[in-house]
């Protein structure tokens, strides 16, 4: 003593030291980590400690979710990588009271350990083959038995004893069935900036983005003639809940799946997979059929086949992977330099940014005159406001992009999700 206990917050910059460049007084910011203190008034922080909150988050849910949703997401995604098909046992995940939650949320068999022996529920449940990975943050009381869940080469990954320390371990105990033992850390995973921001960002992404789901249609309501009980269906939109076995949908928020698709592709390619499809087939061209307009008034004529994203067309895409003619590592090199070196000084057409913060001032200067500014993320942080006169400069068009907004109506997510599965049929997706 004296002790101010917390260590997760949001709120917003009332100060900055001195020679400080990446934040500014009334920056939205969020952290979670070992700074002590929280449950005050105000804090001061190191700023590579704090990660920019979305514009689209609700600072209470940001400030709710840091510690809880950042340990989530390294545990999925980096301790061990959770992938369709992988069998998983979570410790810890329901008690009592929140058991009925934990069906909801998505668990499969939920299994109250202080009442049965959980392991014999999990052979029954796999069958004798055991699970791929346990979450145990229960410790003392679970973790030989969660060894025993194990199938051969499975991992242990325990954050938490909530029941007491474990014993000390021998060797031979993970030698029987070769399998892997750790203790991590959320502070060991976010220990530099760029493992940090790749953590806070996608936890962002996944309460900003809505959700995305692959199922089969186990009842309909009064009058709907569209759909049947058997129809496999997928659906990505602002109808938050796909992580549970069951959901209410409007059948208009749905579309049919082929029956030639894999439902764990389809479940995996609906948001994503419409995005892409939105920003290069509409989002740019709505901005040539707008360029149109004027084109059309000074010349009296114009070319219908421009109104197509065509072969001709130079692409900066942030954050992209795969079929790139060129890479560009915009942390490590000057990419505004890289890219006028590959157009000889001409510019892009058009920028597809998810990056934000970091790269818009950059990704502006790329664009050549008359390009078009997608801004479809910001991994980064949220874009300062933008005066007029940084368009009016080269007479650039700027857009922050929704797919639900481009998918309002049913024919339009009908048109989209068609050209997803059609482009995956054919390999070019």
């Known amino acids: 003593m004296p002790y101010t206990p917390g260590v997760e917050a949001c709120g917003v910059v ?6 400080l460049t990446g934040r500014k007084v009334g920056d939205l910011v969020a952290y979670a980590g070992k700074v002590m203190g929280s449950y005050a008034e105000e804090q001061i922080l190191p700023a590579d400690k704090v990660v920019s909150v979305p514009s689209s988050i609700d600072p209470v849910v940001a400030a709710s979710v840091m510690l809880k949703g950042m340990t989530a997401q390294f545990l999925v995604r980096r301790c061990f990588k959770v992938e369709p098909g992988h069998t998983v046992l ?212 114009h070319d219908p086949e421009s109104l197509k994203v065509e072969p001709g067309h130079t692409v900066l895409v942030h954050a992209a992977a795969g079929g790139c003619h060129h890479i560009i590592m915009y942390k490590e090199e000057d990419f505004v330099s890289h890219v006028n070196g590959i157009t000889s000084g001409r510019g892009i057409n058009v920028v597809y940014d998810s990056v934000g913060k970091d790269t818009f001032q950059g990704s502006l200067e790329c664009l050549k005159s008359h390009g078009y500014m997608v801004c479809f993320g910001h991994s980064s942080g949220t874009v300062d406001a933008l005066p007029l006169s940084a368009l009016e400069v080269k007479s650039l068009f700027l857009t922050m992009p929704s797919i639900f907004e481009y998918t309002a109506t049913l024919d339009e997510l009908q048109e989209t999700a068609g050209e997803v599965f059609a482009s995956i049929a054919s390999r070019v997706l």
């Not at 009332?14 to 020679?19: E, F, K, N, S």
């Not at 186990?218 to 796909?242: E, H, N, P, Q």
């Open 90 to 301: 979570v410790h810890a995940a329901a008690g009592w009271s929140w058991a009925a939650q934990a069906k909801d949320d998505g668990c499969h068999h939920i299994v109250m350990y202080k009442d049965e022996d959980f392991v014999t529920r999990v052979n029954e449940i796999t069958s004798g083959q055991g699970v791929n990975v346990v979450y145990d943050s229960v410790g003392k009381d679970t973790f030989r038995g969660s060894l025993a869940c194990l199938k051969s080469c499975g991992y242990m990954v325990c954050f938490g004893q909530s029941s007491g320390t474990v014993d000390p371990l021998p060797l031979s105990a993970l030698a029987a069935k070769s399998l892997f033992l750790t203790r991590p850390s959320l502070f060991q995973y976010t220990a530099t900036r760029d493992e940090l921001l790749e953590t806070a960002g996608e936890l962002f992404a996944i309460i900003a983005s809505g959700a995305e789901a692959v199922g089969v249609v186990t009842a309909i309501g009064t009058g709907v003639t569209a759909r049947k009980v058997g129809d496999l269906v997928a659906y990505a939109g602002i109808a938050m809940g796909s992580y549970a076995e069951e959901q209410i949908i409007p059948a208009d928020k749905v579309v049919p799946v082929p029956s030639t698709f894999d439902p764990v592709i389809a479940a995996s390619v609906m948001l994503k997979g419409m995005t892409a499809q939105m920003l290069v087939r509409r989002c740019f061209q709505e901005y040539l059929i707008c360029n149109l307009v004027t084109e059309i008034a000074d010349s009296g004529s």
């Open 14 to 19: 009332t100060a900055v030291g001195p020679g």
